[in-house]
């Protein structure tokens, strides 16, 4: 028998090294592809340096779909939009800081009964009337509740919970692709309880590393610090290279690879949800490879990301994702704690912070009665006049009818970047039977959408608007070099995330307050978002700049140096139009006199300066 042919086998590799190398070409072409179709979506080497003279929404809408011929894919979202939140047109707000903050739906905001079914409307179709929707949903459907317990106890015993806890987990857990046999999960009251709940009884005595990876100052990350230096923990965090804010790889391999015998935690984000820059999976792999446990943090993530991470390949120890004002307003929702089953026994038993909730469901029928109970004691009229009131006779035919009736707990948008509706549904049919079911139409619609579609719109939208913003220019900005607009992070880019940090410049090249831009914004019924970038790395080459860029941030015990900044999030929901809207209210600011205009504009109004 004949040995086999080395030369056989060179060619294979060869052959092997060329189809990796084709498709690394094949990226890098699409990728280019991108960039030049995002610069023809606006006017080819064009510059705006007068907010009177911007192209109309509708022209640049049609450009952007011919520049990216696939964005009329993405119409489910503008039916789910129109069919669900058509009270954004109505009242003219942009909102772009969902990241960790709720956007409601009309339903929530207006009432319980849904004279229909569940299927979406086209963008034609015309809103539901109010006058289905029985009740305001001021009054809470369900309470938090506080528990005194450890988190090792909580997570190896338990106790008895509601049928709203376990449902809720159930679909949580179904959304974010975690198998309950592998993970464990506690509700938490917010997003710093949770960070602080595992810094109390994650062993820092034992294991004195606390690695963490944020470009930007976070509250609840500041308050793992502090609880995990009282135990003597070793703090470090990553650093981030000027000017693209990306990792600095080398130190942060360097930090990662200390002795097995000094293990701790490594906090990690998948991506920024301030600048958008991506960071890759493998970090995790290092840390792991180095005997450090892995906290992913998975609150800035975006709708269907979690269909990327692969949690069976990298499995972190511990995982957080922020519900805030997802599941309702009052109170304003929970956050989620997730342990790896095999990372129980690590945590320390005596531990007991605050910070563990219950989620206790209030009885819908006693809410409908305090309700109906109100509208009898505040009505003037005679039982006749109210039967024969529009709205009454709306009600009841929608009530002779037998209709689906929707007890509505929860009726939120937005996970993290996501646009969530969420609802506790009771069900009564027309047969005997009678079943309870958690109905979250936010997440369903995620999965309506799919992870190609929500990600594909967002990466138009917010490379549009990247694009866009650059082309704003002061008048004879050629000659001194003062944009108006400075992007930080990532500019236009295919695989960047769906957040946008940026600083407003005046024609003097001063950067104007991000706080007062805020304010300013708000005031043109706009949402925005400020923060404040840290830990970056400058070499050299960049020594002048830093000088330059670099604030001091106070705080009560120590000094900070960073970067404050305007931040965007783009949106499961959002639409051209509300960048549109962002884009046209930052070109206001080429007009040198905008702001001192505004200031006695609202002082004219309501005698209300607005502080610089």
């Known amino acids: 028998m004949q040995s086999p042919c080395f030369k056989c086998v060179c060619c294979q590799n060869s052959q092997e090294n060329k189809t990796h190398t084709s498709k690394i070409s094949t990226i890098i072409t699409c990728h280019r592809e991108f960039v030049d179709a995002v610069a023809s979506s ?23 779909k011919d520049a990216y011929p696939h964005y009329s894919q993405t119409n489910l979202a503008d039916e789910i939009r129109a069919h669900e939140y058509h009270h954004l047109s109505l009242s003219k707000h942009v909102c772009l800081d969902y ?22 409307a086209s963008s034609s179709s015309a809103p539901p009337p109010p006058t289905l929707q029985f009740a305001s949903l001021n009054e809470p459907f369900f309470n938090i509740s506080y528990k005194s317990v450890s988190l090792s106890t909580q997570l190896l015993y338990g106790g008895q919970e509601s049928d709203l806890e376990c449902k809720m987990r159930q679909r949580i857990m179904k959304y ?21 709940l595992l810094a109390d009884s994650y062993p820092f005595e034992s294991n004195h590393n606390l690695v963490t990876v944020y470009d930007h100052e976070n509250e609840a990350v500041e308050g793992m610090i502090n609880s995990a230096k009282t135990r003597g923990a070793r703090v470090v965090s990553a650093e981030f290279t000027w000017p693209n804010l990306r990792i600095n790889s080398r130190k942060l391999r360097k930090t990662l ?37 892995v906290l992913f943090d998975a609150s800035a993530l975006g709708p269907k990301d979690m269909e990327t991470l692969g949690l069976s390949i990298f499995q972190p120890d511990f995982l957080i994702c922020n519900f805030y004002k997802v599941f309702g307003e009052n109170p304003s929702g929970f956050c989620c704690l997730f342990v790896k089953n095999s990372s129980i026994s690590q945590l320390n038993k005596s531990s007991t912070s605050l910070g563990i909730i219950s989620l206790v469901p209030v009885d819908a029928k006693s809410f409908e009665d305090k309700y109906a109970s109100s509208s009898s004691s505040s009505s003037t009229s005679s039982e006749s006049d109210q039967e024969n009131s529009a709205e009454f006779q709306e009600i009841k035919q929608v009530s002779d009818q037998e209709p689906k009736k929707i007890t509505t707990l929860f009726e939120v948008l937005n996970w993290g970047n996501k646009s969530n509706m969420n609802r506790y549904k009771k069900v009564e049919s027309n047969t005997s039977t009678r079943s309870d079911e958690l109905e979250c139409r936010g997440l369903d619609n995620a999965d309506k959408l799919g992870l190609i579609l929500t990600s594909t719109r967002a990466r138009y939208l917010t490379n549009w608007l990247i694009n866009a913003l650059t082309r704003l220019q002061h008048p004879h900005a050629e000659d001194i070099h003062h944009p108006l607009v400075k992007i930080y992070g990532p500019k236009i880019h295919f695989s960047r995330g769906p957040a946008v940090a940026f600083n407003v410049f005046d024609w003097k090249g001063q950067k104007i307050d991000p706080t007062l831009v805020q304010k300013l914004a708000d005031r ?35 000094k900070k140096s960073g970067v404050s900044v305007i931040t965007v999030s783009i949106g499961m929901i959002t639409n051209f139009e509300d960048l549109y809207r962002l884009w046209s209210f930052i070109a206001r600011f080429l007009d040198a006199d905008f702001v001192e205009k505004e200031r006695w504009r609202y002082k004219a109004l309501n005698q209300t300066t607005i502080e610089v």
């Open 99 to 120: 990241i960790g903050n709720g956007l409601f739906s009309s339903y929530q905001q207006h009432g319980k009964y849904h004279p229909t079914g569940d299927s979406i």
């Open 524 to 558: 043109n019924s706009i949402s925005l978002s400020c923060a404040f970038l840290q830990h970056i790395w400058f070499s050299k080459m960049y020594d002048d700049e830093k000088k330059t860029i670099l604030e001091t941030l106070k705080s009560s015990d120590h």
């Open 42 to 64: 606006i006017q080819p080497n064009s510059h705006f340096t007068n907010h009177e003279c911007l192209p109309s929404c509708g022209e640049l809408f049609a450009s952007l």
């Open 257 to 293: 690879g200390v002795k097995k015998k000094k293990r701790g935690l490594f906090v990690f984000p998948l991506q920024s949800k301030v600048t958008g820059v991506k960071y890759s999976y493998q970090w995790m792999n290092i840390a792991q490879e180095n005997g450090l446990h």
């Open 176 to 196: 974010m692709n975690i198998s309950k046999y592998e993970y464990s999960m506690v509700f938490t009251a917010n997003q710093s309880c949770a960070f602080k």
